[in-house]
DNA sequence: AATACTTAGTGTACACTGTACGCATTCTTT
DNA sequence: AAAGAATGCGTACAGTGTACACTAAGTATT
């Protein structure tokens, strides 16, 4: 009886995860260089088996941890992917994972830098190809994303604990895709009351200092309990 | 080198499949009752292991086939639960997928009415409990169409080819756990114009016969290319 | 010191649509 | 013929999405 079961204990299970970042202009991807076969030498997403005892989120965790040194950032499940023969190695189904870093915030460990790690515009990398079916793995991850973005205040993660209004709106122009207007996203953003004023201004710039603002995950959360609808999805605040 | 991967491809991969039904006054879960240990005679949602060359999707399908004779419905997947110890028999991840169909348009195969499947209204299902983690499954499939029917146009798939409004405006109310406006829906799906009027009425009710129609999916193609946006999401359409 | 340069920051008018709400209509049953 | 049941329609109001242009506050340059 189990022996007809056993035939079915031969698959393996990855995740992958698609690590996003935001570097004031453009949404980035980290993409690591393959050291080994299949694929040598080609850019992927950085993944890993499963091990036997561990949890799937677990191990979306520790690949992210192992390739940035963070912890308890960001992390969604998205989709998996479960082609027969999307593997050449046997029967191997992946996890897609995304999660969202503040860019400057760290740095690669150095265990991972032999193995080359590096930050590539999401717009670019669409343009090219990727080992396996990372292509596809990451297209869904950002279509998610997308939609993600404008229901959930989501974007903050990928910036800075201060952050100015332009730099907000930069950060949702880039993950969208197109332009919004300056008087109407403040207007929207500030009318949520979802930020906190720091009364401090950028330094060093080479013109009119901007306002900083932090995000206010307690209030938000009371306002969400209140009915409040967090939604960035102007169909024609287009600039 | 290869022995290292081995030990990585012993796991199982299972499909369960949430399959939806509408029988015009609530929303259905297709539940079976288990043959076999573990959790013998617990309900539990329809599943199976996939096979070594089977996809992930096909899998999912073909499940939902067997049990209903099915092809072609809306099928999507939600989510992989692949927490250690979730099942006894050895590492088994399973890919959740939910389905939705059209409860009146099929019947239960013979080869598993010896499995006892039911119908189980939702709200009913998630005051009990379920075979593995099934519940946690469950829950996320509702949580995934809630969110989906209000954006896309998905609820007629749990309808006959033709409805009347109130039928449409029922199953919303029961998907979305909340009364809605019967003035405002109306004006509201008609405004859209992607229902075609059948100029045909209601039989063999014992009131006023209601107006019959359908949805027409070409010219909802055609406007959500011109901008048309889905949206049965009132905060405030509560009755 | 004055000027040019760059980005931050603000307000108003209009149109649309979400929302609330009540009554007449059409068919069946008794 | 009258009562019962669900269908089907319209209007007024408030809120907000949308379009749109100029001033303010700094830095860099000459």
């Not at 993409?31 to 080994?36: A, S």
């Not at 561990?54 to 390739?67: H, K």
């Amino acid at each position: 009886m189990t022996t007809d079961f056993n035939s079915f204990f031969q698959s393996a299970i990855t995740v992958d995860n698609v690590i996003f970042g935001f570097d004031g202009q453009d949404l980035k991807v980290l993409l690591m260089k393959r050291g080994e076969i299949p694929y040598m030498d080609d850019w992927a997403l950085p993944g890993h088996f499963v091990k036997q005892e561990e949890d799937l989120t677990s191990a979306a965790a520790r690949i992210l941890e192992e390739l940035t040194g963070l912890r308890s950032v960001y992390l969604e499940q998205v989709k998996t992917f479960g082609k027969a023969g999307r593997h050449p190695m046997g029967r191997v189904m992946t996890v897609a994972y995304y999660s969202l870093i503040n860019i400057n915030a760290f740095e690669i460990r150095p265990a991972f830098i032999a193995k080359k790690a590096t930050w590539f515009k999401v717009s670019d990398v669409l343009k090219t190809s990727l080992a396996f079916d990372h292509k596809e793995i990451l297209v869904a991850c950002i279509d998610r994303l997308k939609v993600k973005v404008k229901t959930q205040p989501i974007g903050f993660e990928l910036l800075s604990e201060k952050f100015t209004l332009t730099q907000l709106k930069q950060l949702y122009e880039s993950v969208l895709q197109h332009q919004l207007d300056k008087r109407n996203f403040r207007k929207k953003i500030l009318s949520m009351k979802i930020l906190i004023d720091l009364q401090e201004s950028q330094e060093g710039v080479a013109h009119r200092p901007a306002k900083l603002y932090s995000f206010d995950s307690e209030r938000y959360n009371r306002l969400i309990e209140d009915g409040l609808h967090f939604d960035i999805s102007y169909p024609a605040m287009l600039a």
